[in-house]
């Protein structure tokens, strides 16, 4: 297996790097892609969230209501332990699926498995290498908030459900620290792949540089 787990914390710029590794030529699973797709209608994803929170969390038209739900479980711990019961297992199974399928198609690939709690799922075992995409606890709830228009208790509601961003940095193999502009993080990238591709994807590396 030749999988990179790309990870960090809501507002880290994760999605950013994710797009750079793609054009570096890296095959990208985007684990929020998939678990947008596992609650589409009549989906046994779905239909269960609505048996376990009720039709106020869906839409008139029988969409999920994804504002709806972030309020139940960003405020109830208990709920949102519910929901990841739920939603966990689906999206591994097809992010496996996925993998498979790239891999298939070319041995050679490197996939990058784009993932907001890699951590938080025990995710990261099944990584050979795994990419923490860093910025400081302040900067990082100053741009959630300015980003999704969310006062400020709201936005520590969020990153409170997730991992520390300082944990989530040490427990990495490398860290792509994105303090600064946008672009400045594209040299960090680029450097990363060209490690990885000089190795041939087996990651028999330095795994600890660059951190920062």
Not at 16 to 35: F, K, P, Q
Not at 36 to 56: A, K, W, Y
Request: proline share 7%; charged share 30%.
């Amino acid at each position: 297996m030749r999988l990179v787990g790309l990870t960090g914390g809501i507002a880290t710029g994760k999605s950013t790097a994710a797009r750079l590794l793609a054009r570096e030529g890296a095959v990208v699973v985007d684990a929020d892609r998939v678990a947008r797709e596992v609650v589409e209608p009549d989906t046994p994803g779905l239909r269960e969230i609505r048996r376990t929170f009720g039709p106020s969390v869906l839409t008139a038209d029988g969409q999920l209501d994804r504002d709806a739900l972030a309020r139940v479980v960003f405020s109830d711990p208990a709920a949102r332990k519910r929901l990841n019961a739920i939603l966990h297992p689906l999206i591994g199974a097809e992010v496996d699926r996925r993998v498979e399928q790239a891999l298939a198609r070319d041995p050679e690939a490197v996939v990058v498995y784009d993932v907001p709690l890699l951590f938080e799922t025990g995710a990261e075992g099944r990584c050979d290498l795994v990419v923490v995409v860093y910025v400081p606890p302040e900067i990082q709830l100053r741009r959630l908030m300015l980003r999704d228009a969310l006062a400020e208790t709201d936005a520590r509601a969020r990153l409170a459900a997730q991992m520390p961003i300082d944990e989530k940095a040490r427990r990495a193999d490398v860290v792509l620290d994105n303090r600064g502009p946008p672009e400045s993080l594209e040299a960090p990238v680029r450097a990363l792949w060209a490690r990885i591709r000089a190795h041939n994807g087996r990651f028999g590396v330095d795994k600890t540089a660059p951190r920062g």
